[in-house]
């Protein structure tokens, strides 16, 4: 039983509520540990295909618990550091595919969530920011997966100027794949969601590990993966019943293997 998350499950979709609406959401070590379990939970379980994380009340998520910054060692609070970037290593892990779904304000390690999410859906007034610099710290976590596809400039400027942007900026720097009205929020994100369960889950998985995998490799290394990748799953159940499905002009029965 989560005391600061909430989890349902429906139509082959797991949906994770950070449930501390009075605190903007913020991340305590608590929301941290348990939002980690949920995504396992949801990673482990057969009938979830994708993953939802959202925020209750106003906002996603305004980052870290405050309160929690005091009197730790430096060990301490390297301890607690990690732990507050752990989602990252989750969401990287996992096989599923992970969808922020972001309204009010994604900041700091909220901004971290939506950037560490493998897909964002975004309403048209949530607002974006890696703030910690103005409280004399660093959204060094956050702006790690935040930084890939940013330009050097672009990047300093989010991590040092502290301001926020909107999610059209946003989306026009690619942090985003969606923006929408409010009322539109999860509609839409649930379409996706369902595009996504759509396809065949051997691919899916296998796509969103190879992603991860890849992007750090050397760029010969790359095509060596991706011809190991594309081979295997050549061989697989789903890809045969993909091709089939189109010759035969009909829609693919996925069997997941």
């Avoid at 499950?9 to 949920?38: M, V, W, Y």
């Avoid at 989010?158 to 946003?170: H, K, R, T, Y």
Wanted: aromatic share 8%.
């Amino acid at each position: 039983m989560f005391e600061t998350i909430l989890m349902e499950k429906r139509d082959l979709i797991g949906t994770i509520t950070l449930n501390r609406p009075k605190q903007f959401n913020t991340f305590s070590s608590e929301l941290a540990e348990e939002l980690n379990q949920a995504l396992l939970q949801c990673e482990a379980d057969e009938d979830v295909r994708v993953v939802v994380v959202k925020g209750a009340g106003k906002a996603f998520s305004t980052g870290i618990d405050v309160s929690e910054f005091y009197e730790k060692t430096p060990a301490q609070y390297q301890e607690w550091i990690k732990l507050m970037d752990s989602m990252h290593f989750t969401i990287a892990s996992m096989k599923k595919p992970v969808i922020a779904m972001v309204h009010g304000y994604a900041v700091a390690n909220g901004a971290g969530l939506l950037a560490a999410a493998d897909f964002a859906i975004a309403a048209e007034n949530a607002k974006i920011g890696t703030t910690a610099i103005n409280v004399g710290l660093l959204c060094s976590g956050p702006i790690i997966p935040i930084n890939y596809g940013l330009s050097k400039k672009k990047t300093l400027e989010l991590l040092l100027s502290g301001d926020m942007i909107d999610a059209a900026q946003a989306e026009s720097l690619g942090l985003i794949n969606k923006v929408v009205p409010p009322e539109k929020l999860a509609e839409e994100t649930y379409a996706f969601a369902r595009k996504l369960i759509s396809k065949s889950p051997v691919a899916l998985a296998m796509g969103k590990s190879f992603y991860y995998k890849m992007i750090d490799m050397p760029f010969n290394q790359k095509f060596a993966y991706s011809s190991e990748v594309l081979s295997e799953l050549c061989t697989t159940e789903d890809a045969r019943e993909g091709i089939d499905a189109f010759l035969e002009k009909r829609k693919p029965d996925w069997k997941g293997k």
